[in-house]
């Protein structure tokens, strides 16, 4: 299945709830002001920040008039085309290599399915890949990430359980240089993004990677939960200022009915979603299309 197929298939929870609604306000209104105070009603109940909703719908209204054309098809056209464009103002190209990615974000939003999830992604593109158990505190985690580094075949760096979590990504940036290794997957402990000293550890593994492998393509991804709602735009704020985000990696996305929160990442923080969990199998994590999850939603 290509990736339009899986984005397609992964949030078909979100086309229903989106466009049956979309379908119930052109019933009953005509183009006008109710019809645009309610399309906005309508993305921010997708999880759509105000500010981006009132921005989408001031565009979509704009460009309406001008073309003095009200049709369904057409009005849909031009709210595929706004919310596309948001998307792809934001992107960023597939990485360079050598490339190094740390993973951070809160607890429970699946950063070390991840890193297994994108160990086999980088397998696929014939990369080689070294993975760095960078969670130290949680119980079992280095022993989680050896299972899944195991299923995708790929090199493992760990310390004991309650090391310096700088260390570890030392130890695995000096391998990769050594062995000519094409990308790093950091694996870090999650942290509520309002926790000072968490965050301070986390600026503390940026500062060992840009010291010691300056030569790598640095990438800063945070892992959001898709179910998680307007919350993550406040949740990648927070973790942007302590680090200075790359982008996301969204998992569940198979698993929510709205997810509308992506286009204010974009908009508001430009921040793009750059690889996108569409099921539980190891293959089931792409490079975020935007085109794609426009079309798959509306």
Same mark, same amino acid.
């Given at each position: 299945?290509?990736?339009?197929?899986?984005?397609?298939?992964?949030?078909?929870?979100?086309?229903?709830?989106?466009?049956?609604?979309?379908?119930?306000?052109?019933?009953?209104?005509?183009?006008?002001?109710?019809?645009?105070?309610?399309?906005?009603?309508?993305?921010?109940?997708?999880?759509?920040?105000?500010? +981006?909703?009132?921005?989408?719908?001031?565009?979509?209204?704009?460009?309406?008039?001008?073309?003095?054309?009200?049709?369904?098809?057409?009005?849909?056209?031009?709210?595929?085309?706004?919310?596309?464009?948001?998307?792809?103002?934001?992107?960023?190209?597939?990485?360079?290599?050598?490339?190094?990615?740390?993973? @951070?974000?809160?607890?429970?939003?699946?950063?070390?399915?991840?890193?297994?999830?994108?160990?086999?992604?980088?397998?696929?593109?014939?990369?080689?890949?070294?993975?760095?158990?960078?969670?130290?505190?949680?119980?079992?985690?280095?022993?989680?990430?050896?299972?899944?580094?195991?299923?995708?075949? @790929?090199?493992?760096?760990?310390?004991?359980?309650?090391?310096?979590?700088?260390?570890?990504?030392?130890?695995?940036?000096?391998?990769?240089?050594?062995?000519?290794?094409?990308?790093?997957?950091?694996?870090?402990?999650?942290?509520?993004?309002?926790?000072?000293?968490?965050?301070?550890?986390?600026?503390?593994?940026?500062?060992?990677?840009?010291?010691?492998?300056?030569?790598?393509?640095?990438?800063?991804?945070?892992?959001?939960?898709?179910? +998680?709602?307007?919350?993550?735009?406040?949740?990648?704020?927070?973790?942007?200022?302590? @680090?200075?985000?790359?982008?996301?990696?969204? +998992?569940?996305?198979?698993?929510?009915?709205?997810?509308?929160?992506?286009?204010?990442?974009?908009?508001?923080?430009?921040?793009?979603?750059?690889?996108?969990?569409?099921?539980?199998?190891?293959?089931?994590?792409?490079?975020?299309?935007?085109?794609?999850? @426009?079309?798959?939603?509306?």
């Amino acid at each position: 299945m290509g990736l339009f197929g899986k984005f397609f298939g992964a949030l078909k929870k979100t086309k229903d709830n989106f466009s049956e609604k979309l379908r119930v306000l052109f019933s009953k209104n005509k183009l006008g002001d109710e019809f645009y105070e309610e399309l906005e009603e309508l993305l921010i109940s997708s999880d759509v920040s105000v500010t +981006t909703a009132a921005e989408v719908v001031e565009r979509v209204k704009e460009q309406a008039i001008a073309e003095k054309l009200n049709d369904e098809e057409y009005v849909v056209g031009l709210l595929r085309g706004i919310l596309t464009d948001i998307l792809e103002e934001s992107e960023v190209e597939p990485p360079s290599y050598p490339c190094v990615i740390m993973l @951070v974000g809160v607890n429970g939003v699946g950063k070390t399915t991840t890193v297994g999830k994108l160990a086999h992604y980088f397998l696929s593109q014939k990369k080689t890949v070294t993975v760095a158990a960078a969670d130290t505190f949680r119980a079992a985690a280095s022993e989680q990430l050896s299972i899944w580094a195991d299923r995708a075949k @790929v090199r493992i760096v760990k310390h004991e359980e309650g090391s310096d979590p700088s260390a570890v990504i030392f130890d695995a940036v000096s391998s990769a240089k050594a062995k000519g290794t094409d990308v790093v997957i950091v694996d870090t402990a999650g942290r509520l993004h309002v926790k000072d000293n968490l965050m301070n550890e986390l600026r503390k593994m940026d500062r060992v990677v840009t010291r010691e492998y300056p030569e790598a393509d640095f990438l800063k991804l945070l892992v959001l939960d898709a179910t +998680t709602g307007q919350n993550a735009v406040n949740q990648a704020r927070v973790f942007d200022e302590a @680090v200075e985000l790359d982008g996301i990696v969204l +998992t569940k996305l198979d698993g929510t009915a709205k997810g509308g929160f992506i286009f204010s990442l974009a908009s508001e923080l430009s921040l793009p979603v750059i690889f996108a969990g569409v099921g539980e199998k190891m293959e089931d994590l792409e490079f975020f299309d935007s085109k794609s999850f @426009v079309e798959a939603i509306l």
